[in-house]
């Protein structure tokens, strides 16, 4: 099956600072990716979606200008939180869809904010 | 605006009985239905879809989910439940118009040995 990888996996940050996560689709182009937030044994939230060469579009309460998405090509797509908060710590998982029916999920990457 | 419901938050079944995660959809034209399990500090992973055809989809691991369109309903079911089945299990739905999916919040599914 396709698949879609998140780098880093894992990562800390001091809080003020900018963090850029990374979401490739590795064996398929992927025409729209979209970017989830999921809190401890909650839901995921849709943060946004984006369509390669396009502006994102966010969903409702979602800061574009906190969380940058840039989806450059066909394969990848990064998410910036820029000036990180504690209260950004969070989950965040992107994933990807081609021409079919099914999206493809990154295995996510834990953001703490210290 | 569309919406799933999973009203089972933990759903705990013995190694080998058969287990059923309830799902309930509502969409305003006809849905894309999936279903996903997660295991801890991991993503997503797909488990089977409705797009059309036969109401009994087959999908991963042994899982099947019925889809009912009277009842709006597309409940993930296993005849004989593994302690490795244990995890997270999300409903999507997605609108044919639209492109995006709405999960529902999730059931826990433990299986004890």
């Known amino acids: 099956g396709a698949v879609v990888s998140q780098h880093p996996s894992r990562v800390i940050c001091k809080s003020g600072t900018s963090v850029k996560i990374e979401c490739r689709s590795l064996?398929?182009?992927?025409?729209?990716m979209f970017w989830y937030r999921q809190f401890p044994k909650q839901s995921l939230m849709l943060m946004a979606t984006s369509n390669e060469g396009s502006k994102a579009t966010y969903e409702q309460g979602v800061e574009k200008d906190k969380f940058l998405i840039n989806h450059a090509s066909l394969t990848l797509s990064t998410l910036t939180v820029t000036s990180a908060h504690p209260e950004d710590s969070s989950f965040y998982i992107c994933?990807?869809?081609?021409?079919?029916?099914?999206?493809?999920f990154g295995p996510g990457t834990r953001l703490t904010v210290t | 605006a569309q919406s799933v419901a999973q009203p089972e938050d933990q759903v705990n079944v013995a190694e080998g009985n058969p287990l059923t995660v309830k799902c309930t959809y509502s969409v305003s034209g006809n849905p894309y239905l999936f279903w996903y399990v997660q295991y801890p500090n991991r993503g997503l992973q797909f488990l089977l879809k409705y797009i059309t055809g036969d109401n009994l989809v087959k999908g991963s691991y042994g899982f099947e989910a019925e889809f009912n369109k009277s009842q709006t309903s597309f409940h993930l079911k296993k005849p004989s439940a593994l302690v490795s089945d244990s995890a997270l299990y999300f409903c999507a739905v997605r609108d044919m118009s639209a492109g995006k999916s709405t999960f529902g919040d999730g059931t826990t599914l433990t299986v004890k040995p």
């Open positions: 994933s990807a869809r081609g021409d079919g029916y099914e999206q493809y």
């Open positions: 064996d398929f182009q992927a025409t729209t």
